[in-house]
Nanobody, 123 residues
Framework: QVQLVESGGGLVQAGGSLRLSCAAS????????MGWFRQAPGKEREFVAA????????YYTDSVKGRFTISRDNAKNTVYLQMNSLKPEDTAVYYC????????????????WGQGTQVTVSS
C-alpha cells in the first residue's frame, strides 16, 4: 500500500507559478502510474495530469495543457506538478494518487485519498 503526502500549495497571484510535490512511501512506487487531481469548492474532484511508471509518457486535461508539467523522480519516490501561468480557475485542493486509464481515456485514482494541498490563485 502506497501512502502519499502532498505539499507545495499556497497563495499565488494570477500568472504566477507553484510546484507541488507528492512524497510516496512504499517499495512499489516505481511500478505505479501516478496522477494529480483537484477539487474546487462545490465541485467534483477532477483529473489534472498523469504520468506513467518511467516518466516518459504524460497526459493532461485540456485546461492545463501548456501550463502544467507533471514529472517524477522514482529514486526519491516523488511526483511533481509544475504549475505556470496560474489562473483563478486553478484554485482547488490538489491531490495525487496512483492511477489507471479506463475506457474512453478516463483517468481514475485507484488508491486512498490524502488531505491534499491547497492552491489559491488570486485575480
Amino acid at each position: 500500500q502506497v501512502q502519499l503526502v502532498e505539499s507545495g500549495g499556497g497563495l499565488v497571484q494570477a500568472g504566477g507559478s507553484l510546484r507541488l510535490s507528492c512524497a510516496a512511501s512504499g517499495r512499489t512506487f516505481s511500478s505505479d502510474a501516478m496522477g494529480w487531481f483537484r477539487q474546487a469548492p462545490g465541485k467534483e474532484r477532477e483529473f489534472v495530469a498523469a504520468i506513467n511508471t518511467s516518466g516518459r509518457i504524460t497526459y493532461y486535461t485540456d485546461s492545463v495543457k501548456g501550463r502544467f508539467t507533471i514529472s517524477r523522480d522514482n529514486a526519491k519516490n516523488t511526483v511533481y506538478l509544475q504549475m505556470n501561468s496560474l489562473k483563478p480557475e486553478d484554485t482547488a485542493v490538489y491531490y495525487c494518487n496512483t492511477v489507471e486509464v479506463h475506457p474512453g481515456s478516463r483517468v481514475v485514482g485507484t488508491g486512498s485519498w490524502g488531505q491534499g494541498t491547497q492552491v489559491t490563485v488570486s485575480s
